[in-house]
């Protein structure tokens, strides 16, 4: 099975910040991937996908990037409702495995 | 609007069997590859079954091969899991969810498996 290992675990951050998460796929998965955010309580949220396709009703600030087998998910200028738990999925191989989550919080 | 709304859920003990369901509504569901995936108390994603739109192509989790079923009724617009041999390890709500990029999910619905 692909590992996806995401970083970091969790993380703080002020309002208007700027914050990248990463994933990294333990091989290749060419555009395979998708990021997701999850609120407090509620299902989770397709942000990303094709490793930099913003989905539909998604703000411009959210945006994905690749390099190599590192994917990352940067919010510009963030929001107080951008807290929340982010994951990302590779969807190149089955079975399609998830990485372990980033807990954003912010101050 | 897109709706998936999963049901069947509850308390089971171990061994035993369950059926969810999952109604789709806003969409030609005939026309797209659905999943299963949970998320345990606090923890994170797993993805349980892929079923293709028409039920050409199944896949499973290590995790529940062999004990869980995948199928669709695209007339009803319906997807289901079926689960036999439960363990406490299958606790989790259980969300329905569209296609390969998992665009939509429905709200989830609780399995515990306790004695």
């Known amino acids: 099975d692909i590992q996806m290992t995401q970083s970091p675990a969790s993380l703080s951050a002020s309002p208007e910040e700027i914050v990248t998460i990463t994933c990294q796929a333990s091989?290749?998965?060419?555009?395979?991937l998708a990021w997701y955010q999850q609120k407090p309580g509620k299902s989770p949220q397709l942000l990303i996908y094709s490793a930099t396709s913003l989905a539909d009703g998604i703000p411009s600030r959210f945006s994905g990037s690749r390099s190599g087998t590192q994917y990352s998910l940067k919010i510009s200028r963030l929001q107080v409702e951008d807290t929340g738990i982010y994951y990302c999925?590779?969807?190149?191989?089955?079975?399609?495995?998830f990485g372990g989550g980033t807990k954003l919080e912010l101050k | 609007e897109v709706q998936l709304v999963e049901s069947g859920g509850g308390l089971v003990q171990p061994g035993r069997s369950l059926k969810l369901s999952c109604v789709a509504s806003g969409f030609t569901f005939s026309n797209y590859g659905m999943n299963w995936i949970r998320q345990a108390p606090g923890k994170g994603l797993e993805w349980v079954a892929y079923i293709s739109s028409g039920s050409s192509y199944i896949y499973y989790a290590e995790t529940v091969k062999g004990r869980f079923t995948i199928s669709r009724d695209n007339a009803k617009n319906t997807l289901y899991l079926q689960m036999t041999s439960l363990r406490s390890e299958d606790t989790a709500l259980y969300y329905c969810?569209?296609?390969?990029?998992?665009?939509?999910w429905g709200q989830g619905v609780m399995v515990t498996v306790s004695s």
């Open positions: 969810a569209r296609r390969n990029w998992v665009d939509y």
């Open positions: 999925l590779q969807r190149y191989s089955n079975p399609p495995t």
């Open positions: 091989q290749d998965i060419g555009n395979w």
